[in-house]
Protein backbone atom coordinates (compact mmCIF):
# COMPACT_ATOMS: atom_id res chain seq x y z
CA UNK A 1 0.00 0.00 0.00
CA UNK A 2 1.05 3.50 -0.96
CA UNK A 3 1.34 6.56 1.69
CA UNK A 4 -1.59 8.45 0.06
CA UNK A 5 -3.74 5.69 0.07
CA UNK A 6 -2.59 4.55 3.92
CA UNK A 7 -3.81 8.15 4.58
CA UNK A 8 -6.85 7.93 2.40
CA UNK A 9 -7.78 4.58 4.11
CA UNK A 10 -6.76 5.79 7.73
CA UNK A 11 -10.84 7.73 8.50
CA UNK A 12 -12.55 4.42 7.58
CA UNK A 13 -10.02 2.53 9.50
CA UNK A 14 -11.01 4.90 12.85
CA UNK A 15 -14.42 4.36 12.41
CA UNK A 16 -13.68 0.45 12.13
CA UNK A 17 -11.95 0.67 14.97
CA UNK A 18 -14.70 2.57 16.80
CA UNK A 19 -17.47 0.77 16.51
CA UNK A 20 -15.62 -2.14 17.49
CA UNK A 21 -14.58 -0.72 20.80
CA UNK A 22 -18.44 0.50 21.26
CA UNK A 23 -19.63 -2.94 21.13
CA UNK A 24 -17.03 -4.70 23.03
CA UNK A 25 -18.61 -3.96 26.16
CA UNK A 26 -22.02 -5.55 24.75
CA UNK A 27 -20.40 -8.46 23.99
CA UNK A 28 -18.61 -9.02 27.37
CA UNK A 29 -22.11 -8.63 29.01
CA UNK A 30 -23.69 -11.06 26.43
CA UNK A 31 -21.47 -14.15 27.35
CA UNK A 32 -23.50 -17.35 27.11
CA UNK A 33 -24.54 -19.01 30.50
CA UNK A 34 -22.04 -21.90 31.78
CA UNK A 35 -23.81 -25.30 30.65
CA UNK A 36 -23.69 -28.67 32.51
CA UNK A 37 -24.41 -32.33 31.24
CA UNK A 38 -25.88 -35.18 32.37
CA UNK A 39 -24.16 -38.72 31.19
CA UNK A 40 -23.60 -42.15 32.81
CA UNK A 41 -24.36 -45.77 31.21
CA UNK A 42 -27.53 -47.86 31.27
CA UNK A 43 -27.35 -51.34 32.56
CA UNK A 44 -29.66 -54.57 33.27
CA UNK A 45 -30.66 -54.45 36.97
CA UNK A 46 -30.41 -58.48 36.87
CA UNK A 47 -27.42 -59.04 34.92
CA UNK A 48 -25.42 -55.40 35.08
CA UNK A 49 -25.00 -55.91 31.24
CA UNK A 50 -25.27 -52.37 29.56
CA UNK A 51 -28.47 -52.03 27.46
CA UNK A 52 -28.15 -50.93 24.35
CA UNK A 53 -30.27 -48.18 22.34
CA UNK A 54 -32.11 -47.40 25.42
CA UNK A 55 -33.90 -44.06 25.31
CA UNK A 56 -32.97 -41.95 28.20
CA UNK A 57 -34.79 -38.88 28.48
CA UNK A 58 -34.40 -35.50 30.70
CA UNK A 59 -37.18 -33.84 31.95
CA UNK A 60 -38.05 -30.55 33.35
CA UNK A 61 -39.12 -31.04 36.90
CA UNK A 62 -41.91 -28.79 37.22
CA UNK A 63 -43.74 -29.20 34.10
CA UNK A 64 -42.40 -32.69 33.78
CA UNK A 65 -41.81 -31.95 30.22
CA UNK A 66 -38.98 -33.53 27.66
CA UNK A 67 -35.87 -31.64 27.39
CA UNK A 68 -34.01 -33.76 25.95
CA UNK A 69 -33.74 -37.84 24.78
CA UNK A 70 -30.42 -39.53 23.62
CA UNK A 71 -29.69 -43.35 22.77
CA UNK A 72 -27.73 -45.07 24.53
CA UNK A 73 -24.80 -46.64 22.59
CA UNK A 74 -23.25 -50.05 22.35
CA UNK A 75 -21.77 -50.22 25.64
CA UNK A 76 -24.87 -48.60 27.32
CA UNK A 77 -23.22 -44.93 27.38
CA UNK A 78 -25.75 -41.84 26.98
CA UNK A 79 -24.53 -38.26 27.50
CA UNK A 80 -26.72 -35.15 27.20
CA UNK A 81 -25.27 -31.94 27.04
CA UNK A 82 -26.00 -28.17 27.15
CA UNK A 83 -28.31 -28.47 30.36
CA UNK A 84 -28.97 -25.42 31.93
CA UNK A 85 -28.40 -25.37 36.34
CA UNK A 86 -31.42 -27.10 37.84
CA UNK A 87 -32.68 -30.27 39.01
CA UNK A 88 -33.73 -32.88 36.24
CA UNK A 89 -35.72 -36.37 36.56
CA UNK A 90 -34.37 -38.79 34.09
CA UNK A 91 -36.68 -41.97 32.39
CA UNK A 92 -34.95 -44.79 31.15
CA UNK A 93 -36.78 -47.14 28.07
CA UNK A 94 -35.96 -49.94 26.13
CA UNK A 95 -38.20 -52.81 24.91
CA UNK A 96 -38.32 -55.78 26.45
CA UNK A 97 -38.13 -53.48 29.99
CA UNK A 98 -40.01 -51.40 32.30
CA UNK A 99 -40.02 -47.99 31.55
CA UNK A 100 -38.47 -46.01 34.96
CA UNK A 101 -37.56 -43.07 37.10
CA UNK A 102 -33.67 -42.89 37.52
CA UNK A 103 -33.19 -44.41 41.19
CA UNK A 104 -37.16 -45.27 41.34
CA UNK A 105 -39.17 -46.15 44.20
CA UNK A 106 -42.97 -46.27 44.67
CA UNK A 107 -43.49 -43.62 42.33
CA UNK A 108 -40.76 -41.53 43.91
CA UNK A 109 -37.47 -40.91 42.38
CA UNK A 110 -34.06 -38.99 42.32
CA UNK A 111 -34.00 -36.03 40.18
CA UNK A 112 -30.07 -35.05 39.08
CA UNK A 113 -29.30 -31.40 40.29
CA UNK A 114 -26.88 -29.64 37.74
CA UNK A 115 -24.57 -26.75 38.86
CA UNK A 116 -21.30 -25.81 40.02
CA UNK A 117 -19.40 -28.68 41.77
CA UNK A 118 -21.83 -31.17 40.97
CA UNK A 119 -21.18 -34.24 39.93
CA UNK A 120 -23.59 -35.53 37.23
CA UNK A 121 -20.91 -37.67 34.73
CA UNK A 122 -20.76 -41.08 36.25
CA UNK A 123 -24.65 -42.01 36.66
CA UNK A 124 -25.52 -46.26 36.96
CA UNK A 125 -28.87 -46.30 35.65
CA UNK A 126 -30.18 -49.19 36.67
CA UNK A 127 -33.12 -51.03 33.92
CA UNK A 128 -34.86 -54.00 34.70
CA UNK A 129 -36.65 -56.23 32.34
CA UNK A 130 -40.34 -56.85 32.58
CA UNK A 131 -42.22 -59.61 34.19
CA UNK A 132 -44.89 -61.50 32.64
CA UNK A 133 -48.03 -63.75 34.63
CA UNK A 134 -50.29 -65.14 31.93
CA UNK A 135 -52.39 -68.48 32.03
CA UNK A 136 -55.52 -69.85 30.15
CA UNK A 137 -58.75 -69.67 32.79
CA UNK A 138 -61.29 -73.12 32.01
CA UNK A 139 -64.28 -74.07 33.03
CA UNK A 140 -65.69 -77.72 34.46
CA UNK A 141 -64.47 -80.48 31.29
CA UNK A 142 -61.84 -78.13 30.53
CA UNK A 143 -63.55 -75.80 27.88
CA UNK A 144 -62.19 -72.13 27.57
CA UNK A 145 -63.98 -69.51 29.96
CA UNK A 146 -63.84 -66.46 27.77
CA UNK A 147 -65.13 -62.86 28.90
CA UNK A 148 -63.92 -64.00 32.55
CA UNK A 149 -62.56 -60.98 34.65
CA UNK A 150 -59.19 -61.69 35.68
CA UNK A 151 -57.93 -59.29 38.32
CA UNK A 152 -54.14 -59.28 39.89
CA UNK A 153 -53.21 -58.17 42.86
CA UNK A 154 -49.65 -56.93 44.29
CA UNK A 155 -47.99 -57.68 47.87
CA UNK A 156 -46.44 -54.87 49.38
CA UNK A 157 -42.50 -55.94 49.77
CA UNK A 158 -42.50 -53.47 53.00
CA UNK A 159 -45.78 -55.03 54.36
CA UNK A 160 -46.14 -58.66 53.81
CA UNK A 161 -48.69 -58.74 56.12
CA UNK A 162 -51.01 -56.34 54.68
CA UNK A 163 -53.60 -57.09 52.28
CA UNK A 164 -51.97 -57.30 48.62
CA UNK A 165 -53.36 -53.98 46.49
CA UNK A 166 -55.14 -54.18 43.42
CA UNK A 167 -53.05 -53.57 40.20
CA UNK A 168 -54.09 -54.58 37.22
CA UNK A 169 -57.39 -56.24 35.46
CA UNK A 170 -58.33 -57.45 32.25
CA UNK A 171 -60.56 -60.32 30.54
CA UNK A 172 -59.94 -63.76 28.86
CA UNK A 173 -59.70 -63.33 25.18
CA UNK A 174 -61.93 -66.50 23.53
CA UNK A 175 -59.26 -68.85 24.07
CA UNK A 176 -59.59 -68.70 27.85
CA UNK A 177 -56.26 -66.79 27.70
CA UNK A 178 -54.78 -63.81 29.85
CA UNK A 179 -51.79 -61.85 30.00
CA UNK A 180 -50.04 -59.46 33.00
CA UNK A 181 -47.03 -57.68 31.21
CA UNK A 182 -44.47 -55.32 32.07
CA UNK A 183 -44.93 -55.85 35.66
CA UNK A 184 -42.08 -55.20 38.44
CA UNK A 185 -40.46 -58.05 40.26
CA UNK A 186 -42.56 -59.37 43.86
CA UNK A 187 -45.32 -61.43 44.53
CA UNK A 188 -48.55 -61.45 42.93
CA UNK A 189 -52.38 -63.19 42.97
CA UNK A 190 -54.77 -63.83 40.28
CA UNK A 191 -58.10 -63.85 41.09
CA UNK A 192 -61.10 -64.60 38.59
CA UNK A 193 -64.89 -64.11 38.21
CA UNK A 194 -67.14 -65.78 35.76
CA UNK A 195 -70.67 -66.68 35.40
CA UNK A 196 -71.36 -70.04 33.13
CA UNK A 197 -72.39 -69.21 30.20
CA UNK A 198 -75.01 -72.10 30.24
CA UNK A 199 -76.64 -70.97 33.86
CA UNK A 200 -79.91 -70.56 34.00
CA UNK A 201 -81.35 -69.14 37.46
CA UNK A 202 -84.92 -69.66 38.71
CA UNK A 203 -86.55 -67.32 40.92
CA UNK A 204 -87.34 -68.75 44.52
CA UNK A 205 -90.91 -68.40 44.33
CA UNK A 206 -91.20 -70.98 41.57
CA UNK A 207 -88.35 -73.05 42.02
CA UNK A 208 -88.08 -76.40 44.14
CA UNK A 209 -85.19 -77.73 45.67
CA UNK A 210 -82.89 -79.39 42.91
CA UNK A 211 -85.11 -79.17 40.10
CA UNK A 212 -82.79 -76.82 38.11
CA UNK A 213 -79.43 -78.45 37.63
CA UNK A 214 -78.14 -75.38 35.42
CA UNK A 215 -79.08 -72.79 38.48
CA UNK A 216 -75.41 -72.83 39.42
CA UNK A 217 -72.36 -70.28 39.82
CA UNK A 218 -68.85 -70.09 39.61
CA UNK A 219 -67.64 -69.14 43.04
CA UNK A 220 -64.27 -66.37 42.73
CA UNK A 221 -61.50 -68.57 41.86
CA UNK A 222 -57.72 -68.12 43.10
CA UNK A 223 -54.39 -69.40 41.54
CA UNK A 224 -53.95 -72.54 42.05
CA UNK A 225 -57.86 -73.43 41.23
CA UNK A 226 -58.88 -72.67 45.16
CA UNK A 227 -61.85 -70.71 46.01
CA UNK A 228 -60.69 -70.27 49.98
CA UNK A 229 -58.69 -66.20 49.82
CA UNK A 230 -56.21 -67.70 52.22
CA UNK A 231 -55.29 -70.37 50.51
CA UNK A 232 -54.69 -68.24 47.23
CA UNK A 233 -51.35 -69.43 45.62
CA UNK A 234 -48.49 -66.56 45.70
CA UNK A 235 -47.16 -66.23 42.03
CA UNK A 236 -43.35 -64.76 42.73
CA UNK A 237 -41.75 -63.75 39.62
CA UNK A 238 -38.20 -61.78 38.91
CA UNK A 239 -37.24 -59.52 36.95
CA UNK A 240 -37.74 -60.40 33.06
CA UNK A 241 -39.18 -64.03 34.66
CA UNK A 242 -42.73 -65.74 33.06
CA UNK A 243 -44.71 -67.14 34.99
CA UNK A 244 -47.84 -69.36 34.02
CA UNK A 245 -50.44 -69.49 36.28
CA UNK A 246 -53.86 -71.43 34.75
CA UNK A 247 -56.72 -71.46 36.85
CA UNK A 248 -59.43 -73.80 36.51
CA UNK A 249 -63.30 -73.04 37.71
CA UNK A 250 -66.08 -75.14 38.92
CA UNK A 251 -69.97 -74.73 39.05
CA UNK A 252 -71.30 -75.29 41.98
CA UNK A 253 -75.37 -75.05 42.93
CA UNK A 254 -76.42 -71.26 42.83
CA UNK A 255 -77.62 -69.94 46.12
CA UNK A 256 -80.90 -67.82 46.62
CA UNK A 257 -81.53 -65.13 48.75
CA UNK A 258 -84.91 -63.55 49.78
CA UNK A 259 -85.00 -59.95 51.50
CA UNK A 260 -87.60 -59.39 53.09
CA UNK A 261 -87.91 -54.85 53.09
CA UNK A 262 -90.46 -52.65 54.18
CA UNK A 263 -93.89 -53.47 53.09
CA UNK A 264 -94.82 -49.85 52.21
CA UNK A 265 -96.32 -49.06 48.76
CA UNK A 266 -94.95 -46.07 48.35
CA UNK A 267 -91.31 -47.17 49.23
CA UNK A 268 -88.59 -47.62 46.42
CA UNK A 269 -86.97 -50.43 47.13
CA UNK A 270 -83.07 -50.55 46.77
CA UNK A 271 -80.14 -53.20 47.43
CA UNK A 272 -76.54 -52.93 46.76
CA UNK A 273 -74.69 -56.69 46.93
CA UNK A 274 -70.96 -56.10 47.14
CA UNK A 275 -68.51 -59.13 47.40
CA UNK A 276 -64.69 -57.83 48.70
CA UNK A 277 -61.52 -59.78 47.75
CA UNK A 278 -58.33 -58.85 49.14
CA UNK A 279 -60.04 -56.01 50.46
CA UNK A 280 -60.83 -54.67 46.73
CA UNK A 281 -64.57 -55.11 45.74
CA UNK A 282 -65.14 -57.55 43.30
CA UNK A 283 -68.02 -57.70 41.23
CA UNK A 284 -71.02 -59.75 42.56
CA UNK A 285 -71.80 -61.31 39.12
CA UNK A 286 -75.91 -61.87 40.16
CA UNK A 287 -79.20 -61.00 39.23
CA UNK A 288 -81.46 -59.00 41.71
CA UNK A 289 -85.09 -58.74 41.03
CA UNK A 290 -87.36 -56.43 43.64
CA UNK A 291 -91.64 -57.17 43.98
CA UNK A 292 -94.27 -54.86 45.04
CA UNK A 293 -94.27 -55.83 48.75
CA UNK A 294 -91.08 -54.64 48.94
CA UNK A 295 -88.79 -57.64 49.23
CA UNK A 296 -86.00 -58.26 47.05
CA UNK A 297 -85.36 -61.98 45.23
CA UNK A 298 -81.07 -62.86 44.49
CA UNK A 299 -80.55 -65.31 42.34
CA UNK A 300 -77.30 -66.67 40.38
CA UNK A 301 -75.18 -66.15 43.86
CA UNK A 302 -71.95 -67.81 44.13
CA UNK A 303 -71.12 -68.72 48.14
CA UNK A 304 -69.05 -66.29 49.69
CA UNK A 305 -68.85 -63.58 51.87
CA UNK A 306 -71.09 -60.39 51.02
CA UNK A 307 -71.76 -57.28 52.10
CA UNK A 308 -75.27 -55.94 51.76
CA UNK A 309 -76.76 -52.66 51.99
CA UNK A 310 -80.13 -51.92 52.31
CA UNK A 311 -82.50 -48.52 51.76
CA UNK A 312 -85.79 -47.43 53.27
CA UNK A 313 -84.62 -48.14 55.83
CA UNK A 314 -80.74 -47.81 55.38
CA UNK A 315 -79.00 -51.05 56.85
CA UNK A 316 -75.84 -52.86 56.18
CA UNK A 317 -75.33 -56.78 57.56
CA UNK A 318 -72.78 -59.13 56.43
CA UNK A 319 -73.87 -62.39 55.00
CA UNK A 320 -71.92 -65.57 54.48
CA UNK A 321 -73.91 -67.16 52.19
CA UNK A 322 -73.39 -71.02 51.93
CA UNK A 323 -76.92 -72.03 51.05
CA UNK A 324 -80.46 -70.65 50.23
CA UNK A 325 -81.28 -67.47 53.09
CA UNK A 326 -84.02 -65.69 54.15
CA UNK A 327 -83.23 -62.03 55.39
CA UNK A 328 -84.96 -59.42 56.80
CA UNK A 329 -83.14 -56.00 56.16
CA UNK A 330 -84.42 -54.52 59.23
CA UNK A 331 -82.39 -57.16 60.99
CA UNK A 332 -79.42 -55.16 60.23
CA UNK A 333 -77.29 -52.44 61.50
CA UNK A 334 -78.68 -48.79 60.86
CA UNK A 335 -76.67 -46.85 58.45
CA UNK A 336 -76.90 -43.67 59.49
CA UNK A 337 -76.78 -40.22 58.14
CA UNK A 338 -73.44 -37.87 58.12
CA UNK A 339 -73.65 -34.15 58.03
CA UNK A 340 -71.68 -31.40 58.89
CA UNK A 341 -70.05 -27.92 57.63
CA UNK A 342 -67.20 -27.77 55.84
CA UNK A 343 -64.42 -24.83 56.99
CA UNK A 344 -61.16 -23.40 55.50
CA UNK A 345 -58.07 -23.22 58.15
CA UNK A 346 -57.47 -19.63 56.56
CA UNK A 347 -61.00 -18.14 57.38
CA UNK A 348 -61.81 -18.03 53.55
CA UNK A 349 -64.64 -19.26 51.97
CA UNK A 350 -64.66 -23.18 51.16
CA UNK A 351 -66.10 -23.26 47.87
CA UNK A 352 -68.02 -26.24 46.46
CA UNK A 353 -66.19 -29.09 47.41
CA UNK A 354 -66.16 -32.78 46.90
CA UNK A 355 -65.98 -35.16 50.09
CA UNK A 356 -65.10 -38.72 49.93
CA UNK A 357 -65.08 -41.56 52.45
CA UNK A 358 -63.28 -44.98 52.31
CA UNK A 359 -62.99 -47.65 54.37
CA UNK A 360 -60.05 -47.24 56.98
CA UNK A 361 -59.18 -51.13 55.92
CA UNK A 362 -59.75 -50.17 52.10
CA UNK A 363 -62.39 -52.54 52.10
CA UNK A 364 -65.67 -51.94 49.60
CA UNK A 365 -67.11 -49.09 47.49
CA UNK A 366 -66.15 -45.66 48.22
CA UNK A 367 -69.32 -42.60 49.24
CA UNK A 368 -69.48 -39.22 47.94
CA UNK A 369 -71.15 -36.30 48.58
CA UNK A 370 -70.45 -32.77 47.36
CA UNK A 371 -70.16 -29.68 50.32
CA UNK A 372 -72.14 -26.59 48.85
CA UNK A 373 -71.84 -23.75 50.67
CA UNK A 374 -70.26 -25.29 53.36
CA UNK A 375 -72.80 -28.03 54.14
CA UNK A 376 -72.82 -31.65 53.41
CA UNK A 377 -74.48 -34.66 54.11
CA UNK A 378 -73.88 -38.57 53.38
CA UNK A 379 -77.49 -40.23 53.28
CA UNK A 380 -76.56 -43.85 54.46
CA UNK A 381 -73.06 -44.50 55.69
CA UNK A 382 -72.25 -48.16 56.71
CA UNK A 383 -70.39 -48.61 60.76
CA UNK A 384 -67.16 -48.67 60.77
CA UNK A 385 -63.72 -46.44 60.69
CA UNK A 386 -64.07 -44.19 57.29
CA UNK A 387 -61.32 -42.12 56.11
CA UNK A 388 -62.33 -38.75 54.83
CA UNK A 389 -60.61 -36.64 51.66
CA UNK A 390 -61.47 -33.91 49.89
CA UNK A 391 -61.12 -32.35 46.65
CA UNK A 392 -61.94 -29.35 44.03
CA UNK A 393 -61.90 -28.60 40.35
CA UNK A 394 -58.02 -27.40 41.33
CA UNK A 395 -57.14 -30.81 42.68
CA UNK A 396 -56.97 -32.47 46.26
CA UNK A 397 -57.48 -30.51 49.20
CA UNK A 398 -55.74 -31.09 52.63
CA UNK A 399 -58.08 -32.76 55.59
CA UNK A 400 -56.92 -30.76 58.91
CA UNK A 401 -59.31 -31.87 61.03
CA UNK A 402 -62.33 -33.07 62.06
CA UNK A 403 -64.40 -31.77 65.53
CA UNK A 404 -67.50 -33.21 67.07
CA UNK A 405 -69.02 -37.02 67.12
CA UNK A 406 -66.77 -39.56 65.89
CA UNK A 407 -64.21 -37.31 64.79
CA UNK A 408 -60.64 -36.27 65.72
CA UNK A 409 -57.48 -34.82 64.40
CA UNK A 410 -56.71 -35.93 61.00
CA UNK A 411 -59.31 -37.08 58.63
CA UNK A 412 -60.61 -40.26 60.26
CA UNK A 413 -63.95 -40.90 61.55
CA UNK A 414 -65.84 -43.77 63.41
CA UNK A 415 -69.45 -44.12 62.02
CA UNK A 416 -71.95 -45.94 64.71
CA UNK A 417 -75.59 -46.95 64.77
CA UNK A 418 -76.49 -42.83 65.46
CA UNK A 419 -76.04 -40.19 63.27
CA UNK A 420 -73.30 -37.93 63.16
CA UNK A 421 -72.94 -33.97 62.72
CA UNK A 422 -69.50 -32.97 61.94
CA UNK A 423 -67.01 -29.79 61.15
CA UNK A 424 -64.34 -30.77 58.81
CA UNK A 425 -60.89 -28.24 58.82
CA UNK A 426 -59.59 -27.96 55.58
CA UNK A 427 -56.26 -26.29 54.32
CA UNK A 428 -55.63 -24.97 50.79
CA UNK A 429 -51.72 -24.46 52.12
CA UNK A 430 -49.41 -24.53 49.31
CA UNK A 431 -46.66 -24.40 51.73
CA UNK A 432 -43.41 -26.51 50.48
CA UNK A 433 -41.10 -27.65 53.33
CA UNK A 434 -37.69 -27.69 51.92
CA UNK A 435 -34.64 -29.37 53.14
CA UNK A 436 -31.04 -31.32 52.52
CA UNK A 437 -30.46 -34.57 53.38
CA UNK A 438 -27.59 -35.59 54.87
CA UNK A 439 -24.92 -38.46 55.43
CA UNK A 440 -21.73 -38.44 57.12
CA UNK A 441 -21.32 -34.47 56.29
CA UNK A 442 -22.17 -35.11 52.32
CA UNK A 443 -25.14 -35.33 50.23
CA UNK A 444 -27.45 -38.56 51.10
CA UNK A 445 -28.88 -38.73 47.68
CA UNK A 446 -31.99 -41.44 47.17
CA UNK A 447 -33.32 -41.57 50.66
CA UNK A 448 -36.66 -41.83 51.97
CA UNK A 449 -38.04 -38.37 53.61
CA UNK A 450 -40.63 -38.62 55.87
CA UNK A 451 -43.11 -35.22 57.15
CA UNK A 452 -44.41 -36.81 60.37
CA UNK A 453 -47.24 -34.78 62.19
CA UNK A 454 -46.83 -34.68 65.76
CA UNK A 455 -50.33 -36.10 66.55
CA UNK A 456 -49.97 -39.70 65.64
CA UNK A 457 -54.25 -39.98 65.12
CA UNK A 458 -53.68 -37.44 61.86
CA UNK A 459 -50.58 -39.53 60.21
CA UNK A 460 -52.81 -40.88 57.21
CA UNK A 461 -53.96 -37.97 56.47
CA UNK A 462 -51.01 -35.17 57.15
CA UNK A 463 -47.81 -37.47 56.50
CA UNK A 464 -45.79 -36.03 53.35
CA UNK A 465 -42.98 -38.59 51.67
CA UNK A 466 -40.41 -37.34 48.95
CA UNK A 467 -37.00 -38.83 47.92
CA UNK A 468 -33.90 -36.45 48.33
CA UNK A 469 -32.39 -35.71 45.21
CA UNK A 470 -28.55 -35.99 43.71
CA UNK A 471 -27.25 -33.21 46.02
CA UNK A 472 -29.32 -34.38 48.61
CA UNK A 473 -32.53 -31.69 48.50
CA UNK A 474 -36.05 -32.45 48.88
CA UNK A 475 -39.42 -30.43 48.80
CA UNK A 476 -42.53 -31.66 50.87
CA UNK A 477 -45.33 -30.03 48.72
CA UNK A 478 -49.00 -28.91 50.23
CA UNK A 479 -48.24 -29.03 53.51
CA UNK A 480 -50.96 -27.82 55.87
CA UNK A 481 -50.76 -25.75 59.22
CA UNK A 482 -49.51 -28.26 62.41
CA UNK A 483 -46.31 -29.49 64.11
CA UNK A 484 -44.16 -31.77 62.08
CA UNK A 485 -40.84 -33.78 62.26
CA UNK A 486 -39.05 -33.83 59.23
CA UNK A 487 -36.84 -37.67 59.17
CA UNK A 488 -34.37 -38.98 56.84
CA UNK A 489 -33.83 -42.63 56.45
CA UNK A 490 -31.54 -44.24 53.91
CA UNK A 491 -32.70 -47.18 51.68
CA UNK A 492 -35.72 -46.68 53.77
CA UNK A 493 -38.08 -47.68 50.87
CA UNK A 494 -38.08 -51.12 52.52
CA UNK A 495 -39.75 -49.76 55.61
CA UNK A 496 -43.30 -50.01 55.92
CA UNK A 497 -43.97 -46.15 55.76
CA UNK A 498 -47.64 -46.35 55.88
CA UNK A 499 -47.13 -47.67 59.65
CA UNK A 500 -46.55 -44.61 61.99
CA UNK A 501 -44.92 -47.18 64.66
CA UNK A 502 -42.54 -48.26 62.16
CA UNK A 503 -41.33 -44.45 61.55
CA UNK A 504 -41.82 -43.49 64.97
CA UNK A 505 -38.25 -44.47 66.27
CA UNK A 506 -36.49 -42.24 63.12
CA UNK A 507 -38.63 -39.28 65.36
CA UNK A 508 -35.48 -38.74 68.00
CA UNK A 509 -33.23 -37.93 64.61
CA UNK A 510 -35.17 -35.77 62.95
CA UNK A 511 -35.61 -31.78 62.64
CA UNK A 512 -38.83 -30.17 64.03
CA UNK A 513 -40.80 -27.18 62.17
CA UNK A 514 -43.95 -25.78 62.27
CA UNK A 515 -46.19 -24.55 59.63
CA UNK A 516 -48.85 -22.06 60.80
CA UNK A 517 -51.74 -20.57 58.88
CA UNK A 518 -49.59 -17.50 57.44
CA UNK A 519 -46.68 -19.61 56.08
CA UNK A 520 -45.24 -18.73 53.37
CA UNK A 521 -45.16 -20.76 50.15
CA UNK A 522 -41.86 -21.94 50.96
CA UNK A 523 -40.22 -23.07 54.72
CA UNK A 524 -36.40 -23.84 54.39
CA UNK A 525 -35.12 -26.12 57.55
CA UNK A 526 -32.79 -24.36 59.11
CA UNK A 527 -30.22 -27.49 59.01
CA UNK A 528 -29.60 -30.76 57.10
CA UNK A 529 -31.64 -33.35 58.07
CA UNK A 530 -29.57 -36.61 58.96
CA UNK A 531 -30.01 -39.83 57.31
CA UNK A 532 -30.42 -42.42 59.30
CA UNK A 533 -29.69 -46.07 58.55
CA UNK A 534 -33.09 -48.66 58.79
Not at 290 to 304: E, F
Request: glycine share 10%; net charge negative.
Amino acid sequence: MNPLSRFAAAPLLGAVMLVALLLAPAATCAQAPQSYRIAGRVVNATTGDPVRRATVSVLSQEQNSLVASVLTDMDGNFAVPGLAAGKYPLTASRRGFRTAYYDEHGGFNTAIVTGPGQDTGHLVFQLAPGAVIYGTVTGDGGDPEQNSSVVLFRRDPAAPNRPPVQVEGGSTDDTGAYEFSDLEAGDYFVAVGAQPWYAMHSMPAVAQPGENSLDVAYPVTFFDSTTDEASASLISVTAGARAEANISLHAVPAIRLKVAGPRQPDTSPGIDLRQTVFGAEFPAQVDVQSSSNGSWDIVGLAPGHYELNTTNPPRAMEVDASSNMDIDAASGTPSPAVQGAVRMADGSPPGDVNLILGRRDNTGSQLNATAHRGKFQFEAVPPGVWMLSAASTQGSIPVSSITGGGGGPGNQITVRDQPLSITVTLSRSQTRVEGFARSGGKAAPGAMIVLVPRDPAAYVSLVRLDQSDSDGSFSLRDVPPGRYTVVAIADGWKLDRQDPNVIARFLPGGEPVTIGTQAGAVVQLPRPVDAASP
